[in-house]
């Protein structure tokens, strides 16, 4: 391997995409399970360059002959160039969460910053903190140990007013988990997540709902890349303008879009037609429900019941909300199920896809048995509608007038910017 990433799991890794649109190099994933794996890959010296994730930020200092002052200030290497016969170990995760903070306009002087995790990203963003000016910086792990404070110490901190995650908790696959209550920070300004897959953690979803700004790592992800890749080539890049042409195209493409509203509003139709348009996987939901069920929704709903319905589309959404660059379409009722609606914002903005009663369609759909259980059932709903929605569009004109709102609504929230 010339040049590629090293770690415990790249299953998730946007690397080699990024690096190869910088650097015109091939780049390979290389994953290492085991402390001993890396330890011998790294013994070897068998690469031109590579960078380093979780766990072995810390573990590859060893095997540096030279170490960059700043990385060895950090304590934590991500970058490794090998020249002649020496390694050469940098940071460059330092420059890639300064760039996430200034994008997001997010600034540590005077601040009280609390840190999830005490691994090597913590340390790099610490120095950040620490070089912004911090007031005070704080850690947090499970176990408290080394000087840190547990999750329960650090809700007795009500003075904390940033909170950057650098754990791999709520990382795919494994989304959904947070473990600290934003609720015990009255003075939060602004939430900092390096994890970048998938880009709303359940801990930016939770301060998006409290109204606080919420920035996720894939900024930081393209960031660093494109300053390793100018010290991989040795050759002077444009690093803010680089930047910017990689991971707007980039998170674009790879966002969902996902599309909610009453039966027979028109989502399938509109959805089918934006996927074309967009570029991306169509994936009907009460289709593939009907697929792992192995019977029409009608029957699910006649022989099992409602509950049971919910159950096979939850499974349905919890697969799928987890995978990128879809347009899906939802049933009705999909935001009665619990967790839905932030499920689907995961990876992309909710649409909200607005009908009048009166032309809903309702052939074969077990719950719109007529205009009054619609009206009652459209009372009942909206409000859900709303607060899972990052936009809403009108359906009562052409399928064209639609599907360009629907597409003007997406690009104007795909890449969320606090």
Known sequence: MEYGLIGAKLGHSYSREIHQQVGGYTYELRPLPTEEDARAYLSARAFRAINVTIPYKRLV???????????QAIGAVNT????????????????????????????????????LGTGGTCATASAVCRDGGAKKILTVSRSGAGG????????????????????????????????????????????????YNPFRTELLLRAEARGVP????????????????????GRTLDKPALIEKIQRPMKRRLANVSLIGMPGCGKSTVGEALARVLGKTYVDLDELVEQRAGMPIPDIFAR?????????????????????????ACGGGVIKTPGAARRLR???????VRRPVEFLATAGRPLSTGRDALLRMQ????????????????????????????????????????
């Not at 809700?155 to 909170?163: K, Q, Y």
């Not at 919420?214 to 080539?233: K, P």
């Open 61 to 71: 200092m060893e095997y540096c002959d030279v170490i960059d002052p700043a990385a």
């Open 80 to 115: 490794v160039v090998h020249r002649g016969d020496k390694l050469y170990g940098y940071n460059t995760d330092y420059a890639g969460f300064s760039w996430l903070a200034r994008r997001h306009n997010v600034h540590f002087a005077g601040k009280t910053v609390l840190i």
């Open 148 to 195: 840190a404070l547990t999750y329960a110490q650090a809700a007795e901190h009500p003075e904390v007013e940033i909170v950057v995650n650098t754990t791999p908790a709520g990382m795919y696959p494994d989304v959904g988990q947070c473990l600290l209550d934003l609720n015990a920070f009255p003075r939060l300004e602004a939430v900092l997540d390096v994890v």
């Open 214 to 233: 919420a920035c996720c790592g894939f900024e930081m992800l393209v960031a660093q890349a494109v300053y390793a890749a100018e010290l991989f080539t």
């Open 304 to 328: 099992e019941g409602e509950d049971a319905f919910r159950r096979y589309e939850a499974a349905a959404l919890a697969d799928v909300s987890r995978e990128h660059g879809q347009v899906i």
């Open 346 to 352: 995961q990876n992309g903005p909710v649409i909200w």
């Open 379 to 418: 009372a009942e709903r909206e409000p859900a509608y709303r607060a899972a929605s990052d936009a809403v569009i009108d359906n009562t004109a052409r399928l064209d007038d639609a599907v360009n709102a629907a597409r003007s609504a997406f690009e104007q929230t795909f890449d969320y910017r606090a």
